[in-house]
């Protein structure tokens, strides 16, 4: 039997501490106000509401690991872009480089594959990103960006079907990308080629969709704009890099919900699934820091980072250039639900900053408190009490690993 509880997918559930209508006063020791405004929930969260000794933790090794850098096949792990712990423990985990899912018991032994590349029933393009989650009735929904489709698995391998991505009216197919509790789907588009003079700045945006399980469209969500490109010439070569320091949007789904930032500052919105507004959550934003008194050594680090000589030098003179900075550095860089409906809000880092630190938000949006993962780590899911995700090491060798999570029982 597996060491760890199953982890069920719940609805968020309304229950908040306080609830204060227009401009009525919180208690003095209120970690959290909430008000309606114009039939928006805003959550304002002045401090975290963990105590000493509750605040949540990852414990230090990991509990199970999964990839060798050589040994057998199905260990040996390229473009491991997602992984999924099922109700009974096993670990499927969708092994983009070989278009394959594999399938893995609790204590990490492999039991069998299913798919391949190709375009044939249960095969996968050459270069799908193979996103992976859970459906009604135990299926397993996997992206296949690859064929405009997506394939459809039993959790014993077994390939049931697949839809075609149908395209919004005029516009390309968009990538879906995650997946609701009812079974729909997360889809977003891209903003077309990169063109633009020399020195001009330039700015796309992304469309993002709600798709039926069938691959038709339902809603045409909301629209976020990019960070801001440079287009950037030196000799014959001209590409598009972002402006320094800026936040990517980051959006995730929930079961019921779909969360959005800017990454700019300490604030998200959930929307519901037709694209509307519900609820904004702030927080805390602490001290900021300022761009341009880390700049200098942002370049370093990040001219470092480059092997290729010739890239090197194209970005060395790229970051030369006098460029409009952002005034603070953003304030954070994804966002995850986990299984229970809580959402993670992961700090934004610096080149030479390692350690991820993550803000943790319940169901309602009240500020729990903060929590670090282990280093060169990426969560693909978050359980009741465990963090699945894929670790790379100094070597670039690809892994999945299993983490526990540690979470303090309240006082009394």
Known sequence: MSRWSKSARLPFVGVIAWIALGCTEAPEEAAWLVRDSADVRVVENLRPAWEAGQAWRVFETPALEIGVEEGEEPYMLFRAMDALRLPDGRIVVSNAGSGELRFFDHEGVFLYSAGRHGQGPGEFGEFSSMRLWSAPRDILVVTDGGNNRVNFFRTTGEHVGSARVEAVPGRNPPSVISGFGDGTWL???????????????????????????????ADNLFELQQPQRYVHTLGDVTHYPYIPLTAQPSVAAGVLWIYVGNGHSSRMERRRLDGNLNSVIRWSEGEQRRSRDVYDRFVDESLQSISSMERRELYRHYLGLDLPLPEFIPAYQNL?????????????????????????????????????????????????????????????????????????????
């Open 336 to 412: 995850i639900v986990d299984d229970i409906g809580n959402v993670w809000v992961e700090a934004y880092r610096l080149p030479w900053e390692r350690q991820p630190v993550w803000e943790v938000f319940d169901p309602d949006g009240r500020w729990l408190g903060s929590i670090e993962t282990p280093t060169s780590f990426r969560p693909l899911q978050i359980g009741g009490d465990f963090l699945l995700g894929r670790h790379r090491d100094e070597l670039g060798v690809e892994r999945i690993r299993l983490y526990e999570l540690i979470k303090p029982q309240p006082a009394g």
């Open 187 to 217: 889809a977003v588009g891209g903003s077309g080629p990169l063109t633009g003079a020399t020195g001009q700045i330039i700015q796309g945006a992304r469309e993002y969709f709600h798709y039926n399980a069938n691959g038709s469209p």
